[in-house]
């Protein structure tokens, strides 16, 4: 199968948003929460906030470690939709594309939220 430039943009928009998916969406938290501990400090503001620090041994750790890495789990991300759309082009498509449309979404809401703050 050839790869052409639309592809290869809608399988970016894909993993982009994948990997958006695992490291940072609220929805996917409960994923990622047997890998990491949590730490609470007061901040010089009086303000609590929340550390995930990931877990200290084992598989648990180098998930931890995975997933607390943008650029790790973006590799994996784009590995897993890449052999999808190889695969199984029938059943990957149509998953890849709301990936991707949804990637689409994300980059124009930070383009918005950043021109409203001008």
Do not use: H
Request: charge should be negative; glycine fraction near 6%; hydrophobic fraction near 55%.
């Amino acid at each position: 199968m050839k790869i052409t430039v639309l592809n290869l943009f809608i399988l970016s928009l894909a993993s982009f948003r994948l990997t958006r998916l695992f490291v940072y969406d609220k929805i996917t938290e409960f994923i990622r929460a047997p890998f990491f501990d949590e730490l609470t400090e007061e901040n010089e503001d009086g303000e609590m906030e929340v550390y995930y620090l990931p877990k200290k041994s084992g598989v648990r750790r180098f998930l931890g470690e995975l997933l607390s890495c943008y650029w790790c789990t973006g590799i994996w991300a784009a590995a897993i939709i890449v052999g999808l759309f190889y695969l199984y082009p029938v059943f990957s498509t149509p998953v890849i594309l709301i990936l991707a449309v949804a990637g689409i979404a994300a980059i124009l809401e930070l383009i918005v939220q950043y021109l409203l703050e001008i």
